[in-house]
C-alpha cells in the first residue's frame, strides 16, 4: 500500500489544518493507522492513531482535546484534524500503516 498524505501548511497559533492520508494500490485492511511527527533535531513521535477494525483511538497527551482522527473507509483515507494549533505542533507529519510510510506534509505554526 502507498500512503500519501496532503493538508500542511502554514498557519498562525491557534489555527487548525486538516491533514489527509491517502492509501492506494490496497486498503489499510487489518492495520492501525498512525500519524506520527518530526520536528527538527527532534525523534519522530507517535501523535494518534485509530484501529481500522473497531475504530478505537490513542492521542499523544500533548494533543489530547486539539487534535481528532478519523477514517473514511469508503475512500481509503485517514485524517488528521488539528485545531488550536502551537508553534511547537510545528513539524513534518507522516501517516503509517504496517510497515508503510507515506513523503509526509509539512506543518508550520507560527507565534
Known amino acids: 500500500v502507498q500512503l500519501v498524505e496532503s493538508g500542511g501548511g502554514l498557519v498562525q497559533a491557534g489555527g487548525s489544518l486538516r491533514l489527509s492520508c491517502a492509501a492506494s494500490?490496497?486498503?489499510?485492511?487489518?492495520?492501525?493507522i498512525g500519524w506520527f511527527r518530526q520536528a527538527p533535531g527532534k525523534e519522530r513521535e507517535g501523535v494518534s492513531c485509530i484501529s481500522s477494525s473497531d475504530g478505537s483511538t490513542y492521542y499523544k497527551n500533548s494533543v489530547k482535546g486539539r487534535f481528532t482522527i478519523s477514517s473514511d473507509n469508503a475512500k481509503n483515507t485517514v485524517y488528521l484534524q488539528m485545531n488550536s494549533l502551537k508553534p511547537e505542533d510545528t513539524a513534518v507529519y507522516y501517516c503509517?500503516?504496517?510497515?508503510?510510510w507515506g513523503q509526509g506534509t509539512q506543518v508550520t505554526v507560527s507565534s
Open positions: 494500490g490496497s486498503t489499510f485492511d487489518d492495520y492501525a
Open positions: 503509517k500503516s504496517g510497515a508503510n
